[in-house]
């Protein structure tokens, strides 16, 4: 029995680190390496909060809450599920995504084979393989916990231990200021949308509990949560050695694109095989997430539309729509992600934090209303003042008057005060 529990673990535990563990994932820490230089681990530390930390965290707040995303909005307020599950879905899905994984496999794993193949070819045979596997959502978890994220695991460790014991140069000064690295690292771990993703993914994942037996609250809360520890193990190792590549590549500056210093660092580690490596580690990583997020695009919506649009329908027209959008370059549609994943990350954050520090101490609604709200404001000035909504001399009052927000954490205080103030007036207010 415990040998099968064991197993179930590994399986989950590795499936959730697949799904987590996509284009952005890859691609992202070494540039913060190769910026911040010498204060790797600070930076480390920071992406390991957003990039890691939160999206655990997001995993509690819904096994703390029940069973799927709707359950941890209903905790705050019956519109919340519908509205902001509604936004991360579209921004971790045909948005953003699923299309990033898509451009990054080709570019990093078909195109350096093949330098003269139309992104279009490339795109078409990755959407068919992620259709084929993601239109039976009973076999996903299975799919990618046992065969899929193994072989990601053995070549992204062979990769990074290799770079560690040989590093090709030596740490570069960095130009930033210790809170610079640090905002850099926390910021830039937005960009692996694990936090927004981590409230949907808990469904699926306690969905495959459950089939698997875990029925009660307590077997399925444990067989979830230690998936979710083992999935954060192999994440920080991932994130920890690729930001130290990032930073002993040798590289200065942020002049080279995402793919081709992922690229350079993998063929100065392992050569010529290490090009072979890494693209089999791109087409993994984005091919599990790929299928995970658009079984979660499928399976969302079919709930929230009543079963009017089915999962084969949405499932097709999610897999069309990212089909379109990917042959943008990867760098574009990153660059694209920013502004509304400025706006939805502090809500989706305050969210999860309020729920799984509080939740069992707290069962008045209002103090986590006034936070979201409060979220909401500054995640409303970060998405204008990140497309130039907003001029000079207000971006310096904003800078001035709100702690953090010149580094896009301003959520963090006015989001606090919220809970507090909601807190006071509830246990104080008439009976």
């Known amino acids: 029995m415990e040998n099968k529990k064991l197993s179930n673990i590994l399986t989950l535990g590795f499936a959730l680190f697949a799904m987590f563990f996509g284009a952005g994932n890859l691609l992202l820490p070494p540039l913060i390496g190769v910026l911040v230089g010498e204060d790797y ?33 209903d905790r705050v307020n019956k519109y919340i599920a519908p509205i902001l599950g509604t936004i991360i879905m579209i921004c971790i899905g045909p948005l953003i995504a699923i299309p990033r994984t898509a451009a990054t496999t080709f570019e990093v794993g078909i ?33 990618i916990g046992n065969y899929l994220t193994p072989v990601l695991l053995v070549l992204l460790a062979l990769l990074i231990v290799v770079g560690i014991l040989h590093p090709t140069a030596d740490f570069m000064p960095s130009e930033m200021s210790l809170l610079e690295s640090f905002s850099k690292g926390f910021i830039e771990g937005y960009q692996t949308l694990d936090v927004l993703a981590s409230v949907i993914f808990a469904g699926i994942i306690i969905t495959a509990a459950k089939d698997k037996g875990y029925t009660d609250i307590k077997s399925k809360s444990n067989v979830v949560i230690t998936s979710g520890l083992l999935s954060t193990i192999c ?11 990032g930073a002993t590549s040798g590289v200065t500056g942020s002049g080279m694109s995402r793919s081709e210093l992922l690229i350079k660092i993998a063929r100065d580690t392992l050569g010529d095989y290490g090009l072979v490596a890494i693209s089999l580690c791109m087409a993994f990583a984005c091919l599990t997430t790929s299928i995970a997020l658009t079984s979660a695009v499928g399976t969302f919506f079919g709930k929230l539309t009543n079963g009017k649009l089915s999962y084969t329908v949405l499932v097709t027209l999610c897999t069309l729509i990212s089909f ?24 989706t954050i305050t969210l999860v934090i309020y729920i799984v520090f509080f939740g069992k101490l707290v069962k008045s609604k209002l103090p986590y209303v006034l936070a979201l709200i409060a979220s909401t404001i500054i995640g409303l000035l970060n ?26 954490l301003g959520w963090i205080i006015p989001s606090a005060l919220g ?9 104080f207010q008439p009976k």
């Open 41 to 73: 681990f600070i930076a480390m530390i920071a992406f390991g909060l957003t990039g890691i930390l939160l999206p655990f965290t997001g995993i509690l707040s819904v096994t703390f809450s029940g069973d799927s995303f709707n359950d941890l909005g």
């Open 111 to 143: 195109k350096p084979f093949f330098p003269t193949l139309n992104p279009l070819y490339g795109s078409l045979i990755f959407f068919a393989i992620t259709f084929i596997l993601a239109i039976r959502p009973s076999k996903v978890v299975d799919v």
């Open 235 to 245: 994440l920080l190792f991932v994130y920890g050695g690729l930001i130290y590549l």
């Open 324 to 347: 379109g959008l990917s042959i943008k370059g990867v760098d574009d549609i990153i660059n694209f992600a920013y502004p509304p994943l400025a706006f939805v990350y502090p809500i």
């Open 383 to 408: 998405l204008l003042k990140v497309v130039d909504l907003l001029d000079e001399k207000t971006i310096e009052s904003l800078n001035n008057n709100i702690p953090f927000f010149e580094y896009d």
């Open 419 to 427: 809970f507090i103030f909601g807190l006071i007036y509830t246990k």
